[in-house]
T-cell receptor, first 116, second 113 residues
Framework: AQKITQTQPGMFVQEKEAVTLDCTYDTSDPSYGLFWYKQPSSGEMIFLIYQGSYDQQNATEGRYSLNFQKARKSANLVISASQLGDSAMYFCAMRESGRGAQKLVFGQGTRLTINP | NAGVTQTPKFQVLKTGQSMTLQCAQDMNHNSMYWYRQDPGMGLRLIYYSASEGTTDKGEVPNGYNVSRLNKREFSLRLESAAPSQTSVYFC????????????FGPGTRLTVL
């Protein structure tokens, strides 16, 4: 079975610093996808970034980048120049392979707090 | 373009009562999903619908039923609510291409007393 592990329950970072949120995954399937979502205190789930297992380059979206190390089975989220508005829960998720609905398996999340 | 909408936003039930959570999307997406999120945890899949007319169980289906009413709407029913079903429920939809992300609704906070 596929599994996502986020080992950092909480992170505290000073504003404007870069932060790395860890995510490791376990799958035996060669084809998979990895997602990061942000959940602010208001509760909605906001998509941040996606990395496919066959993508040659690390994904980037503005201040977000994904440090994808396939051999280590890790997909860490890097936020550059953190802002107060980045304070939220962050979830790593993996898309199960195969045809059909492409279900997501989520990690338990990391609560990020940005200090002024 | 509202994206994914869910009703109600909040609900309190007594043990044994039934209710239906409604979800609708206006993005012409093929796949729809229901998740639950318990305190301090990630989302867990309850049921999903790969396309109109199909539904399948996810990781935690016990105590729930679903209906894919049409391409836009996917409802989740609790026939006899239990305190263990106290949670935040999220509906999501996805177009159907392999790299597509799932887009989430705002969630329904359900408390079962």
């Amino acid at each position: 079975a596929q599994k996502i592990t986020q080992t950092q329950p909480g992170m505290f970072v000073q504003e404007k610093e870069a932060v790395t949120l860890d995510c490791t995954y376990d799958t035996s399937d060669p084809s998979y996808g990895l997602f990061w979502y942000k959940q602010p205190s208001s509760g909605e789930m906001i998509f941040l970034i996606y990395q496919g297992s066959y993508d040659q380059q690390n994904a980037t979206e503005g201040r977000y980048s994904l440090n994808f190390q396939k051999a280590r089975k890790s997909a860490n989220l890097v936020i550059s120049a953190s802002q107060l508005g980045d304070s939220a829960m962050y979830f790593c998720a993996m898309r199960e392979s195969g045809r059909g609905a492409q279900k997501l398996v989520f990690g338990q999340g990391t609560r990020l707090t940005i200090n002024p | 373009n509202a994206g994914v909408t869910q009703t109600p936003k909040f609900q309190v039930l007594k043990t044994g009562q039934s209710m239906t959570l409604q979800c609708a999307q206006d993005m012409n997406h093929n796949s729809m999903y229901w998740y639950r999120q318990d305190p301090g945890m990630g989302l867990r899949l309850i049921y999903y619908s790969a396309s109109e007319g199909t539904t399948d169980k996810g990781e935690v289906p016990n105590g729930y039923n679903v209906s894919r009413l049409n391409k836009r709407e996917f409802s989740l029913r609790l026939e006899s609510a239990a305190p263990s079903q106290t949670s935040v429920y999220f509906c999501a939809s996805r177009r159907g291409v392999a790299t597509d992300t799932q887009y989430f609704g705002p969630g329904t906070r359900l408390t079962v007393l």
